[in-house]
């Protein structure tokens, strides 16, 4: 089959078909998944331990999810640290009946990691990451204005992130659970870049494919020992270079409702709120970024009564916060480069090219 009309396929299938046949997943399954996002390359057995259940219980769960698509292990940059790109999240307004075409255009390109639609005053929210600042101004001044539906643009580029989605995992898990199962803490001082070698970029590249790849594998495709192979995947993931993420819909683990917190926050509390922020259950993402709002925070939730209390009784004690824009996060098209159809994560080869 010609490449263009596979991806037209690929495309129509990701955009045209969002309803799905609904997806079974019991509490059991929840608590497997926020198991594999402390820990996503940890063996079955090691999770099984954790949490209680037969190794054989836990592979065949967690293999049904994965072969479903409720849930995939990838693997995502430090895009700051190292040197891959400078993130910026997008503000997208489009003209009306547009959004879903605008959606795909944005999903569509490689250097987009993630697209969701927004109530609030734009449209689409988009996040992506750009090689450079000069092909950073190319692509707002031309590339994503030049989409046919696309209005106006609101560019906001990260400047420090306290917490990626990579670090989140649902709240089904006790803290014991939590304790047998999360890596080693990360060094403190981490220097702010920090490239990669040749072989290091091409041990990535296999685990954003597969972030649950064996040692054994990565030896064998790229023609190194698996000591060799385990030292480098190891030290990637130590080092913070690279981060293993168990990419599932939050609704699916009964967290419906998911909003996007821009914060206007007074600077010499910043770092602070930030942190505190970050360290809450509740929040998947925090960064500080450039813009009218200092701070963008993705908060989930299973009710909005849930989410009323967030804004009450942890955003509402901080004084150094000033103002807040809440939208909320009513589909998502992309995360993680991962392509999404409807609830469902699809696998890297659905990954298109503009």
Known sequence: MHSDDRNSQISEQIFTNPTQKRVQVDVLDRRLVAALQVSPRASWGEIGRAVGEHERTVARRLQRLITEGVVRVTAIYDDLRTGHGRPVHLHVQVRPGS???????????????????LTGAADLGCELVSPSREDLHRILSSQVS??????????????????????????????????????????EGLPDEEGLSPLEQEIAELLAADGRIAFTAVAERLDVSVPTAR??????????LLLPRAEVEPALLGLEVEAMLWLKVRPH?????????????NVRYCAATTGTHSLIVQVVAAHEADLYRFMTGVVGRHDEITDVDLTLIT???????????????LDHHWETTP
């Open 231 to 240: 030292r480098r995947v190891t030290s990637l993931i130590e080092r913070r």
């Open 269 to 281: 509390g910043l770092d602070l709120v930030g942190q505190r922020l970050a360290a809450h259950p």
């Open 146 to 187: 030049d989409i046919d539906g696309v209005v106006q643009t609101q560019t906001q580029v990260v400047l420090h992130t306290f917490r990626t989605v990579a670090e989140w995992h649902a709240p089904y898990l006790t803290e014991q659970e939590i304790a047998e199962l999360r890596p080693d803490p990360f060094p």
């Open 99 to 117: 959004a879903a075409q605008v959606a795909k255009a944005l999903a569509d390109r490689p250097d987009t990691r993630s697209v969701y639609s």
């Open 331 to 345: 589909r998502a098209y992309k995360r993680g480069h991962l392509h999404k159809s409807g609830l469902l994560t």
